[in-house]
């Protein structure tokens, strides 16, 4: 099956610093990929899409400038979030679509960010 | 932006009881359903996903359904067993420009208890 993987699976930052968070897919290639967080009790909720070569699109509500997503490979994609503070603490979570099994979406395993 | 709902939030049946979620969503620019089961510190499983009004799709134990004109798809578990404890997730995307872009339901969390 398709295997995607996030790394790191916990961080813990200051407020103030910036945190990267890969997203892989590793037995496939994804040209989008998208992320996710959820806050406690809350549903999974849709961040940004991903596009191989292009810019992110953003959902309403999300700060491109505070969330750079980069897509620069076709089985890579970074979020980072830049000037962290305590309310982007969150539980962050990548999928990737895998061209020949659409509209199917492979997720990976999630990483759980505390800002201090 | 769809609006997804499951019920119930959580659900505790005893081990070889049949059990079943529901999932609701707006029908109007309905393109998928997508189910997963999200076991603690993994990756949300696929296991469903179903496109047309009608569907119906099995794997071992577990089946679901999909009924778009009314907006729900229902997720069933024969027999349940202790391992099939998680949260069950589903999420539906639209069509157009939303394509791809999943909204999920809050989940229901099942444990099967020996």
Redesign the interface.
């Known amino acids: 099956g398709a295997v995607v993987s996030q790394h790191p699976s916990w961080v813990i930052c200051k407020s103030g610093t910036s945190v990267k968070i890969e997203c892989r897919s590793l037995d496939f290639q994804a040209t989008t990929m998208f992320w996710y967080r959820q806050f406690p009790k809350q549903s999974l909720m849709l961040m940004a899409t991903s596009n191989e070569g292009s810019k992110a699109t953003y959902e309403q509500g999300v700060e491109k400038d505070k969330f750079l997503i980069n897509h620069a490979s076709l089985t890579l994609s970074t979020l980072t979030v830049t000037s962290a503070h305590p309310e982007d603490s969150s539980f962050y979570i990548c999928s990737a679509v895998a061209p020949r099994s659409r509209p199917e979406q492979y997720f990976g395993p999630g990483t759980r960010l505390t800002v201090t | 932006i769809l609006n997804?709902e499951q019920s119930p939030q959580s659900l505790h049946v005893q081990e070889g009881d049949s059990t079943n979620f529901t999932c609701s969503f707006p029908s109007s620019n309905f393109?998928?359903l997508?189910w997963?089961r999200w076991e603690t510190?993994?990756?949300?499983e696929?296991l469903f996903?179903m496109?047309l009004n009608g569907d119906e799709k099995k794997k071992g134990r577990i089946s679901a359904t999909l009924n778009t004109k009314e907006g729900y798809s229902y997720l069933y578990i024969k027999g349940s067993q202790p391992e099939d404890s998680a949260t069950y997730?589903c999420?539906a995307?639209a069509g157009g420009t939303s394509?791809?872009?999943?909204?999920?339901?809050?989940?229901t969390i099942l444990t099967v208890h020996p």
């Open positions: 997804v393109y998928a997508h997963y510190a993994k990756s949300p696929a996903v496109t997730l999420a995307n394509y791809g872009k999943l909204t999920f339901g809050q989940g």
